[in-house]
């Protein structure tokens, strides 16, 4: 049971680059989201789904879309990379009440 | 105020002693609590997860729930150097969706077990 799977790894964009970061789940949540991770201000939650279909902005939603056409995945897409965007990129999916995590995209942008 | 608050630590003990993690929250509504673990360089684990106020163990992880107080605590006994991690506490106010769906996370507490 592979839980939460996040695609690439790390990842170095040039300013004004865009990029999609993969997640895909085998647990048949339906609850799935975004968070950056920044040193001191902790887990911020970027965009959510709560279906196909359907997905809502969080705390951070400025610079990424999102989308979901299936239950398993969930990509993130950064429109036009800032060195802002720096940071550790996880993605979680919800069963009951807790969140499972994958094990982060640690992206630089330069 | 924060919603959730959680000493940064770092907190540094011995191999053996008995750790306690602390969150406190002001939002009455949260009824899910969730205690994750996070390694250097990887993503959280979920490590203890409790519904409303009272007890619950896992080997030699506690988790208590004060809901009077909005106090939670994580209890390590015999801690182990592989405890060494960084842990948070998380929070929601219930399994349904929309804006029960948000977790609330605290920022975390760095913890170092020294052999």
């Known amino acids: 049971n592979a839980g939460v799977t996040q695609t690439p790894k790390f990842q170095v964009l040039k300013t004004g680059q865009s990029m999609t970061l993969q997640c895909a789940q085998d647990?048949?949540?339906?609850?799935m989201s975004w968070y950056r991770q920044d040193p001191g201000m902790g887990l911020r939650l970027i965009h959510y789904s709560v279906g196909a279909g359907i997905t809502d902005q969080g705390e951070v939603p400025n610079g990424y879309n999102v989308s979901r056409s299936t239950t398993e995945d969930f990509p993130l897409r950064l429109l036009s990379a800032a060195p802002s965007q720096t940071s550790v990129y996880f993605c979680a999916s919800r069963g009951q009440a807790e969140a499972f995590f994958g094990q982060g995209t640690r992206l630089t942008v330069v | 105020q924060k919603e959730v608050e959680q000493d940064p630590g770092p907190l540094s003990v011995p191999e053996g002693a008995i750790v306690s993690l602390n969150c406190t929250y002001s939002?009455?509504?949260?009824?899910?609590f969730m205690w994750y673990r996070q390694y250097s360089r990887k993503g959280p684990e979920l490590l203890m997860y409790?519904?409303?106020?009272g007890n619950k163990e896992d080997g030699r992880f506690t988790a208590q729930v004060d809901k009077s107080s909005k106090y939670i605590s994580l209890f390590i006994r015999d801690s182990q150097p592989s405890d060494s991690a960084t842990y948070l506490c998380a929070m929601n106010k219930g399994a349904g969706g929309g804006s029960n769906y948000k977790l609330t996370f605290g920022k975390g507490t760095l913890l170092t077990v020294n052999p």
């Open positions: 409790t519904y409303s106020s």
């Open positions: 939002n009455s509504a949260f009824q899910y």
């Open positions: 647990m048949n949540h339906e609850y």
